[in-house]
T-cell receptor, first 111, second 116 residues
Framework: AQSVTQLDSHVSVSEGTPVLLRCNYS??????LFWYVQHPNKGLQLLLK??????LVKGINGFEAEFKKSETSFHLTKPSAHMSDAAEYFC?????????FGKGTMLLVSP | DAGVIQSPRHEVTEMGQEVTLRCKPI?????LFWYRQTMMRGLELLIY????????DSGMPEDRFSAKMPNASFSTLKIQPSEPRDSAVYFC??????????????FGPGTRLTVL
């Protein structure tokens, strides 16, 4: 069985400052991990994924995440937030065939 | 590619009515997933299909819910009779092959269902 915990339900940043969204996982398998983003009233869009290749994964829109097995973490970062980054972000772990979603972190970006 | 297509985008119905949600997966994808998203429970997997065959329906809430995939390009999720607690956003997703190490699920825009 697998699970994922997103440590913050809301994160507030100012435009131009760094973003850190935290995620811890547990998995019986060597995990595949994903970050999805959901803008208001939209579907989910894949930001990036880790599938046992490089531990630092680069995604779209300047986001990246680092897989740390020793810490069972897969935190999402971005050096400089943009207003358009305001959305809900989901950390996801894949088990054998299905995905388990975290509860989501709402990112708020102020001018 | 058009991506995953869902219809309708919004549905408002009255308690007791039958509701049918539709999904067209990405061409060439062999696996299809139905999810429900609510504020209380987040995103939950309801059921998924591989090659049109239901593999895991353990997430289907109760017998009022049923899903079919008559062919590789179409799936339905039916609720009969509908209840107010079914109000949620229902997402369909598809991938080339569920369980493959590199599979990525692509999501449709969702159907927002309101049951009055």
């Amino acid at each position: 069985a697998q699970s994922v915990t997103q440590l913050d339900s809301h994160v507030s940043v100012s435009e131009g400052t760094p973003v850190l969204l935290r995620c811890n996982y547990s998995s019986s398998y060597s995990p595949s991990l994903f970050w999805y983003v959901q803008h208001p009233n939209k579907g989910l869009q894949l930001l990036l994924k880790y599938t046992s290749a490089a531990t630092l994964v680069k995604g779209i829109n300047g986001f990246e995440a680092e897989f740390k097995k020793s810490e069972t973490s897969f935190h999402l970062t971005k050096p400089s937030a943009h207003m358009s980054d305001a959305a809900e972000y989901f950390c996801v772990v894949r088990g054998d065939s299905t995905l388990t979603f975290g509860k989501g972190t709402m990112l708020l970006v102020s001018p | 590619d058009a991506g995953v297509i869902q219809s309708p985008r919004h549905e408002v119905t009255e308690m007791g009515q039958e509701v049918t949600l539709r999904c067209k997966p990405i061409s060439g994808h062999n696996s299809l997933f139905w999810y429900r998203q609510t504020m209380m429970r987040g995103l939950e997997l309801l059921i998924y299909f591989n090659n049109n065959v239901p593999i895991d329906d353990s997430g289907m809430p109760e017998d009022r819910f049923s899903a079919k995939m008559p062919n590789a390009s179409f799936s339905t999720l039916k609720i009969q009779p509908s209840e107010p607690r079914d109000s949620a956003v229902y997402f369909c997703a598809s991938t080339k092959l569920a369980g493959a190490r590199t599979d990525t699920q692509y999501f449709g825009p969702g159907t927002r269902l309101t049951v009055l």
